[in-house]
């Protein structure tokens, strides 16, 4: 009596894990594999071998990429997660009808539908040394000399993150907040509860569920990103991703390959971290 | 037990956009009275309740407290207190976080805080609950948690926004019963808005029975049972036939009604045995349905059947003129 119905189950769960096991385990395992493969100048061979991780962990340009990696997702995230609050505060609670938010969320999605590419390299032309920004500043005689570090810096680099990515907090933020029983607030305020009482005792920890989805999506986002960093940094700033970028291009498999997995390893401790704090499951 | 608050309502009056919420009631309030509002759905009396909880504004007129007017102050510094519909407990704070949340407000350390709601939590019975989450309690429980939060504040009018409906009918009854007993104890005004007339006679000392907007009588619930001023009011409490005689409408009780030999003539149409009552309806030659209530005994010694010829007859002075 019992086979049969496990063996529909299984049935039921295959399209699904064949899907998952083509495209999601047997690439990491492929990547997981050739990481321990060896490399010459010109060519790589199947070994067993620690050399990629060795050096990888040996070479103090890791550290470094890896702490500029981190700096990244940490500031990208502080800043996405303050935009991200307010817009769907505004939404959820400051706007009244329906009509109204459904408009204004949608509103917030149409530059979504250009390219990452486009919205990032549009930057360059506002925040170059003779570009609009910089023309405007001199032109209010707010400074004298072009701003070199607009643009090939830190800060553009942030700036574009934080462009590609606030969406990506806004959704699951303002999902959450939608979700919020409005007597809560009101009961906040027969409480006694200033507005600024309610957002922080009220309304920040029954949207926190959101915040940790938001933050996941911009983590991992950040932290894999490559092309962004070297658009926006003229190629003068590096993360991990652009560690291996870099080694595919110089056709070092394996060493990218070792990259990758630590890199891996290292988001999901993040998110696991993460996930130790806030319970999404009731999210999802 | 009074304590001198009194609870006066000024022409009160409640517009959204054009549509008339409230149309300028005036009522007042003994401090330490148990009130209901009554009505039905859509008459104004949540409007009228969150008025004077602060969580409307109002249009036009005054909500006096103790001779002050509060009608513009903040719901906190009017020294009333709501307690919701759906208790609207933060989820994220236990029971004694729950009710110690307007101290927190108010800047309290956490030692006189949590003595306080201590306190409040023993009133309620539900000590042994304190670090429980709102989601890991019955609904019973968690009204018993939303009213220590409402309390702690030491109002001194609280106000319940149909406090009852959202239990099941059994648990009502009790709820009911420690509502009473609580208000006799703090002997503060309780104002109590239902839209179930056995609820509001149960509870109310005062009832003030409402409908399109506008008070339609108001007194000590017996008053408003036994002397329904309005059609409406006879019809809405219960227990009263509205008939036409001598030119005007008029309210009789339902177990005011016997069958005698001389009388209203009326057909009986159905005959239900409730075990102490039996309820008889009737038709008269007018064609309006009469409803009877009679002791079980008084009916079984002479009993009727459906389709049966009887006179109705009451004693003198138990009709009711009504207004038209």
């Known amino acids: ?284 | 037990m009074s304590n001198g608050y009194d609870l006066e309502l000024i022409n009160v009056t409640k517009k959204y956009g054009d549509a008339l919420a409230v149309d300028r009631i005036n009522a007042k309030f003994k401090a330490g009275s148990y009130v209901c509002l009554l009505g039905p759905s859509g008459c104004g009396k949540s409007s009228t309740l969150r008025m004077i909880a602060g969580h409307e504004t109002v249009t036009d007129g005054s909500v006096v407290l103790d001779g002050f007017d509060v009608s513009h102050l903040p719901p906190a510094k009017r020294g009333t207190a709501m307690m919701f519909q759906n208790y609207a407990l933060f989820p994220h704070l236990n029971v004694r976080d729950n009710v110690a949340f307007s101290l927190r407000m108010k800047g309290e350390d956490k030692p006189s805080r949590y003595a306080r709601a201590n306190e409040l939590l023993e009133m309620v019975d539900l000590t042994a609950l304190a670090e429980r989450l709102p989601a890991q309690l019955s609904g019973g429980q968690q009204q018993r948690v939303a009213l220590a939060r409402a309390l702690v504040t030491k109002p001194k009018v609280l106000l319940l926004d149909e406090p009852l409906s959202a239990l099941d009918p059994f648990l009502r009854i009790r709820m009911r019963a420690e509502l009473k007993k609580l208000q006799r104890e703090l002997g503060i005004t309780f104002i109590h808005v239902t839209h179930g007339q056995d609820e509001a006679l149960a509870l109310g000392d005062e009832l003030v029975v409402m409908n399109n907007a506008v008070i339609e009588q108001s007194g000590p619930a017996r008053e408003v049972w036994s002397a329904p001023k309005t059609e409406f009011v006879a019809r809405f409490m219960g227990g009263h036939n509205v008939i036409a005689f001598e030119g005007g409408k008029v309210a009789l009780r339902a177990d005011d009604i016997r069958f005698e030999t001389t009388g209203l003539a009326a057909t009986i149409t159905s005959v239900e045995y409730q075990g102490a009552h039996v309820v008889l309806n009737a038709r008269t030659a007018a064609g309006e349905d009469v409803l009877a209530l009679m002791p079980d005994h008084k009916f079984f010694d002479t009993p009727k059947n459906p389709g049966d010829a009887v006179m109705l007859a009451w004693d003198e002075g138990r009709l009711h003129r009504l207004q038209a």
């Open chain 1, 1 to 284: 009596m019992r086979k049969p119905r496990d063996f529909i189950a299984y049935l039921q769960a295959a399209p699904l894990m064949a899907v998952l096991l083509a495209f999601l385990i047997a690439p990491i395992f492929m990547i997981v594999v050739v990481s321990f493969w060896g490399a010459t100048e010109f060519s790589i061979y199947p070994a067993f071998q620690f050399d990629n991780y060795a050096f990888l962990f040996g070479s103090p340009v890791t550290y470094k990429v890896f702490f500029a990696t981190f700096k990244y997702a940490i500031i990208t995230w502080a800043f996405t997660l303050a935009i991200g609050f307010t817009v769907a505060y505004f939404l959820a609670f400051h706007v009244r009808t329906q009509a109204m938010q459904t408009a204004l969320f949608l509103l917030c999605t149409i530059p979504f539908l250009t390219s990452n590419i486009i919205r990032m390299i549009s930057w360059i032309p506002f925040l170059g040394r003779n570009g609009i920004a910089n023309q405007a500043l001199i032109s209010w005689g707010v400074i004298d000399e072009p701003l070199e570090w607009l643009l090939y810096s830190d800060f553009s680099v942030i700036l574009a993150f934080v462009h590609l990515y606030t969406l990506f907090m806004v959704v699951p933020i303002f999902n959450t907040m939608m979700r919020i029983d409005k007597s809560f607030i009101e009961a906040a305020y027969d409480n006694g509860a200033t507005g600024l009482q309610t957002l922080w005792h009220v309304i920040v920890p029954l949207t926190k569920p959101g915040i940790m989805i938001g933050t996941i999506f911009v983590v991992t986002l950040v932290m894999g990103d490559f092309i962004t960093v070297r658009f926006m940094s003229g190629s003068q700033k590096a993360n991990v991703g652009r560690l291996i970028s870099n080694d595919i291009s110089l056709l070092q498999y394996p060493s990218a390959a070792a990259t990758a997995v630590v890199l891996l390893c290292t988001v999901l401790i993040v998110i696991g971290l993460l996930l130790r704090f806030v319970n999404i499951r009731k999210e999802l």
